[in-house]
């Protein structure tokens, strides 16, 4: 039996799914090298470590610089997948296209859209996580700033009755000054 020829359409259709797919598999692996520095710089910052936690910090802004530069190629070909399956630009979504999509490109969208979404889900508590103990390592500080320092790490409530010294704790304030 002769092998059957794809059509010019066909044969787009399965260059714009592979692209597609290893696209998202791209950004997922992308994902999960995030997730892990993340919790690498939780952990650093946990242990007050840094060396590692200035490291990865930086790891993530490449991170973050490599996504935005993959941003543009996705829109690009984003606008290429509406074009050939006769969408708006707006609704090229992943499970638009997997409605649309024959396999084996079905099948590989669900599994990859299943672990871009756990991912996700992590790295969302994970920064959660990590902001809260960021937020406390603050107000911890404040707070000892303020028991090491008193009041003079606070600025004061009142002044004297010429305005240019804080008044004295053991001092009320008047309405009036002497001068009526």
């Known amino acids: 039996m002769a092998p059957v020829e794809k059509s010019p359409t066909a044969a787009r259709e399965a260059q714009l799914l592979d692209q597609c797919c290893a696209q998202l598999e791209s950004e997922l692996a992308r994902q999960v090298r995030l997730l892990e520095a993340m919790k690498e710089q939780g952990l650093a910052a946990r242990a007050r470590d840094l060396g590692t936690l200035d490291r990865v910090t930086r790891e993530l802004a490449t991170m973050a610089a490599d996504g935005l530069r993959a941003e543009g190629e996705r829109q690009a070909l984003s606008a290429r ?24 490109w079905r099948g590989r969208l669900v599994q990859t ?29 404040d707070r000892i700033l303020a028991d090491v ?11 004297e009755s010429d305005g240019r010294q804080p008044a004295r704790p053991d001092t009320v304030s008047a309405v009036l000054n002497v001068a009526g």
């Open 149 to 159: 320092f008193g009041a003079a790490a606070a600025p004061a409530k009142a002044y």
């Open 81 to 104: 997948l509406a074009a050939h399956f006769k969408m708006s630009p707006a609704d090229v979504k992943i499970s638009a296209l997997i409605a649309c999509a024959p396999e084996p």
């Open 113 to 141: 859209q299943l672990k871009l979404k756990e991912s996700l889900t992590i790295v969302q508590r994970l920064v959660q996580s990590n902001g809260r103990f960021l937020r406390d390592g603050v107000r911890t500080a």
